[in-house]
Structures are given as structure tokens and as C-alpha cells.
């Protein structure tokens, strides 16, 4: 290991952190997966956990009117100053937004669940804003999704070769699948289900630009479980386990998916 692990979780409310998860767009990958489950095109959907509004625009160039929600205001004004102007966006807990019951066609969350140590207060939430028939979709890793083995595509998984404690962070902070599907199970919902979805999450130019945004902790809150030096020292260990080139990095997830009846 290089290094010892200093618990320094992310503070989404930290105005530094503002762009953190912003300057990225969603892949045809992720695209092409959720057209299979619904058509958005005149949908209603609300984004929980909108983080730098990623999917809030990718859900509204597929024709969705959309309302995104997340709980950091630093966050959520970065986010909202690189969308068009008809999304909407509200500063509130993913668990209690403050929106009108029966609101959308279609509830989503992704990167969310892992954040919060129990689903069901979302499930709830997710519920409770969705009309009859609505789909609710809940995209996250589980813990076995998330420590994967490195690879040229999976890069996130030479960080556990560097710091295999940080596989214990990912351990606790993570669902499996059966937590979930109970969790959406307990409100109401339908026709739970499960599929895999490998997400290409950015195509890098070259070796470089992936380790200056890894440098900079940007969109991996796993990363604030390093020190500064750590950090350093993950960048030296990937340096060496990537050859120099075009990096293109694919995560796996779990997508959950229920149907309000």
C-alpha cells in the first residue's frame, strides 16, 4: 500500500467542490440503455441527486421536460449555469424535495443510493412523485460493481491495488442488490428489476488528461479519502499501470427498475 488511508469524506457543500461533477456529458452507452426501458420524449422526469446536471441534459435532448433536484447549492449553481434554461432546478434533500405528489412520469437517481445509509426514504420520495404507471430508475454500484479489477477500461479499479483499504470505504458505503429492490418493494412499487449497465463515463486524448482530472479529485468522491500526498502517490501508480494513449473509461453499474402501479 502507499500510504495510509486518511478518512476525509467529501463536502458537498464546500463551495471548492462546486464544479466538481460538472463539464461532462452522458454517453450514447447510457443513452442507448435507458431508451430501451422508457421513452422519454414528452416525459416528466425528475433527476434526484442531479449533481453537475450530467443527466438533467442528456434526459431533456431526449425530449423530457425535467426538474433536477440536489441538496448542495454551490453544486447545483454549477449545474445550472451550464444547462438550458428550461430544466429546472431546486435546492432539496433527494428524500423530501418539496414537489407535488404524482408529478413525474419518471423518477431518477443516479450515484445517489451509495450516499445515503438506508434507500428507503428515497423509495418513499421516488414513490410518492410518480403517477400511475410511472417508472422509477435508481442507477448505482454495488460493492462488487465498484471493485472491479483495473484495467486499460477500468482504470477505478488500480486505485484498490494503490490503497486496498480504500475497498473498505466502498464496503460500507455501498448497497447490494437485494438492499435496493427491498427498498423500492416497500412502498408500493412493481416489477422490480435488475440489469447491468457498462457506462462509459469519458474518452481521454491521451494518459495525461485522465490524470490531471484523477489530480484534481474531479467527480470521484472516493478520492477525498485520500490526503493530498496519497493522492499524488495514486497518480504515480496509475501513471504506471496505463500506457500512454487514448483512455477510454467504462464503469459498471446496477440499474434498478419499478413501476408505480
Not at 419518471?106 to 414513490?127: G, K, N, Q, W, Y
Request: hydrophobic share 40%; with cysteine; aromatic share 8%.
Amino acid at each position: 500500500m502507499l500510504g495510509v488511508l486518511i478518512h476525509m469524506p467529501i463536502d458537498f457543500g464546500d463551495p471548492a467542490n462546486a464544479d466538481t461533477y460538472s463539464g461532462r456529458e452522458a454517453d450514447p452507452s447510457w443513452v442507448a440503455a435507458i431508451t430501451d426501458i422508457v421513452d422519454p420524449v414528452g416525459a416528466y422526469v425528475v433527476d434526484l441527486g442531479c449533481g453537475g446536471g450530467t443527466y438533467a441534459r442528456a434526459w431533456h435532448a431526449l425530449g423530457a421536460h425535467v426538474t433536477a433536484i440536489d441538496s448542495s447549492k454551490p453544486i447545483l449553481e454549477s449545474a445550472r449555469r451550464s444547462s438550458p434554461s428550461d430544466i429546472a432546478f431546486e435546492c432539496a434533500p433527494a428524500e423530501r424535495t418539496g414537489l407535488p405528489d404524482g408529478l413525474a412520469d419518471i423518477v431518477f437517481a443516479r450515484a445517489l443510493v451509495h450516499h445515503l445509509p438506508d434507500a428507503s426514504a428515497l423509495a418513499t420520495e421516488m414513490f410518492r412523485l410518480l403517477r400511475p404507471g410511472g417508472i422509477a430508475i435508481v442507477q448505482d454500484r454495488t460493492g462488487k460493481d465498484a471493485t472491479l479489477a483495473g484495467s486499460r477500461t477500468n482504470p477505478r479499479g488500480y486505485f484498490f491495488d494503490a490503497f486496498p483499504r480504500l475497498s473498505r470505504v466502498e464496503d460500507r458505503r455501498r448497497h447490494d442488490v437485494d438492499d435496493v429492490s427491498a427498498a423500492l418493494s416497500r412502498p408500493g412499487f412493481t416489477d422490480v428489476a435488475t440489469q447491468p449497465l457498462w457506462e462509459t463515463r469519458r474518452r481521454y486524448t491521451d494518459r495525461e488528461q485522465y490524470l490531471t482530472e484523477i489530480a484534481g479529485r474531479t467527480g470521484r468522491s472516493i478520492l477525498h479519502e485520500l490526503s493530498d500526498v496519497e493522492l499524488a502517490q495514486l497518480v504515480q501508480h496509475l501513471r504506471g499501470r496505463l500506457a500512454s494513449g487514448e483512455v477510454i473509461e467504462r464503469d459498471r453499474w446496477t440499474l434498478w427498475t419499478a413501476v408505480a402501479p
